[in-house]
């Protein structure tokens, strides 16, 4: 039988797309590995990324319906493979927001198109970012560098 303990660590979890248990679940995911293990200049990182990656997911994936959320955390060489699943709405157009900030002097904060700020800092703080929507479900995935 083969010794599963030289295996990378790897978190898996579902739970529901609201805020109250994206906070509880994001809470969980910090504390055990593989985000544990992460500096914790990385570990905040990781927690900005997840955290705007999943109220995205419950905001214009699911909106008012609700539903699950899937998430799977992996160790791997370069830093963590993440990989977010849900029945939601498929991302406008099939792609992710460009994520640009606006320039100094744009619009009103109130008048700001979705897709701004969020996007982003989740451009900003991985790489290996991408999107698909397979059989009616999105996967994003994503790599935190360690």
Same mark, same amino acid.
Not at 92 to 108: H, M, V
Not at 113 to 142: K, M, Q, V
């Given at each position: 039988?083969?010794?599963?303990?030289?295996?990378?660590?790897?978190?898996?979890?579902?739970?529901?797309?609201?805020?109250?248990?994206?906070?509880?679940?994001?809470? &969980?995911? #910090?504390?055990?590995?593989?985000?544990? *293990? @992460?500096?914790?200049?990385?570990? /905040?990182?990781?927690?900005?990324? %997840?955290?705007?990656?999943?109220?995205?997911?419950?905001?214009?994936?699911?909106?008012?319906?609700?539903?699950?959320?899937?998430?799977?955390?992996?160790?791997?060489?370069?830093?963590?493979?993440?990989?977010?699943?849900?029945?939601?709405?498929?991302?406008?157009?099939?792609?992710?927001?460009? &994520?640009? #900030?606006?320039?100094?002097?744009?619009? *009103? @904060?109130?008048?700001?198109?979705? /897709?701004?700020?969020?996007?982003? %800092?989740?451009?900003?703080?991985?790489?290996?970012?991408?999107?698909?929507?397979?059989?009616?479900?999105?996967?994003?995935?994503?790599?935190?560098?360690?």
């Amino acid at each position: 039988m083969p010794d599963r303990t030289d295996r990378p660590p790897e978190l898996y979890l579902a739970f529901r797309a609201d805020p109250a248990s994206i906070r509880r679940s994001l809470a &969980g995911m #910090l504390v055990c590995p593989p985000l544990s *293990a @992460l500096r914790e200049d990385a570990r /905040g990182s990781a927690e900005v990324v %997840l955290a705007e990656a999943l109220n995205n997911v419950a905001e214009h994936a699911y909106g008012e319906a609700g539903g699950q959320v899937e998430v799977t955390l992996r160790q791997e060489t370069a830093g963590i493979r993440c990989l977010i699943v849900d029945a939601g709405r498929a991302m406008p157009g099939g792609t992710l927001p460009e &994520g640009r #900030l606006p320039p100094d002097r744009g619009p *009103a @904060l109130q008048d700001l198109p979705e /897709g701004g700020f969020g996007w982003h %800092l989740i451009r900003s703080l991985c790489t290996d970012l991408s999107y698909s929507r397979i059989a009616d479900r999105n996967h994003l995935t994503f790599l935190l560098p360690s």
